[in-house]
């Protein structure tokens, strides 16, 4: 929920209040993307355009572990296999590789939001 949240506010114009801004040291905080043991993609993909909006020390450090990791990740043919520990919520690999498309894409497809 912090993820959607905090993200929310960004695009309400409320980046800067506190509540944001300590949900995006969470995310931070609580949220490494380790595509073998641990990978929820649909989280990551919040916390993806959570931090690009964020920017600064948040983007950087994302950008920095969570793109290049997710493009190792990668198959030769382009897509993203079921990643370790989804259980469930991760059953198939169409789904797979369209969240890490999105979270691919945050570049330019989800410019940072104004606030």
């Not at 983007?59 to 030769?76: F, V």
């Not at 469930?88 to 570049?107: D, G």
Request: proline share 3%.
């Amino acid at each position: 929920m912090t993820l959607g949240a905090s993200l929310c506010y960004q695009k309400w114009g409320k980046g800067n209040r506190s509540q944001t801004r300590n949900a995006v040291k969470w995310i931070n905080n609580n949220n490494e993307l380790n595509y073998k043991t641990h990978a929820n993609l649909y989280m990551h993909r919040y916390a993806s355009q959570t931090r690009i909006n964020a920017r600064g020390k948040a983007w950087k450090d994302y950008n920095k572990k969570t793109i290049a990791h997710l493009a190792e990740s990668q198959n030769p043919d382009g897509s993203w296999s079921v990643p370790g520990g989804a259980g469930h919520a991760m059953s198939s690999k169409h789904y797979a590789t369209c969240l890490s498309t999105l979270m691919m894409e945050v570049y330019y497809r989800f410019l940072p939001s104004s606030y």
